[in-house]
């Protein structure tokens, strides 16, 4: 499985071009695509969301939050915050939800790069960053 961020999935289905979105269209392509639960949240906020799109996004599979998810997720944020990094909540519990089944990121958000000493795996140029 591989998780899809906010931002490459917007970006794909918006028609743009970059690895992140040649990544998602292999992962939805082999069935391998699933969405952190704030991922779909975020994706069903858009009150413009076309039916056909939402249903198709409620066909991906989602992650399942693991017991003990909201205390890791709070010690993650507060591991990056102290080395000084920006530490969204969503970001965060995206982050996290990917650690607890150890699945790679997809994404286009620069932020993202600060979960990496903690263990998250990204699918994108920011790894390295």
């Known amino acids: 499985m591989i998780a899809l961020d906010t931002s490459s999935l917007v970006h794909y289905l918006g028609g743009s071009t970059g690895k ?3 990544a998602v269209d292999l992962a939805l392509a082999q ?3 699933c969405l952190p639960p704030v991922v779909l949240s975020e ?3 858009d009150p413009e ?3 056909p799109l939402e ?3 409620l066909r991906i599979p989602t992650l399942d939050l693991q017991p003990g998810y909201w205390e ?3 010690r993650l944020r507060a591991q990056i915050i102290v080395a000084g990094h920006k530490a969204k909540l969503a ?3 995206i982050a996290q939800s990917c650690l607890d089944h150890e699945v790679p990121l997809i994404t286009r958000d ?3 790069r600060h979960f990496v000493a903690a263990g998250l795996r990204l699918l994108s140029d920011q790894a390295k960053d």
């Open 91 to 93: 970001d965060t519990l």
């Open 49 to 51: 969301l076309p039916r």
């Open 20 to 22: 992140d979105v040649e």
């Open 110 to 112: 620069r932020d993202f």
């Open 72 to 74: 890791r997720a709070g």
């Open 31 to 33: 069935s391998q695509a």
């Open 43 to 45: 994706m069903l906020s």
């Open 55 to 57: 249903e198709a996004l």
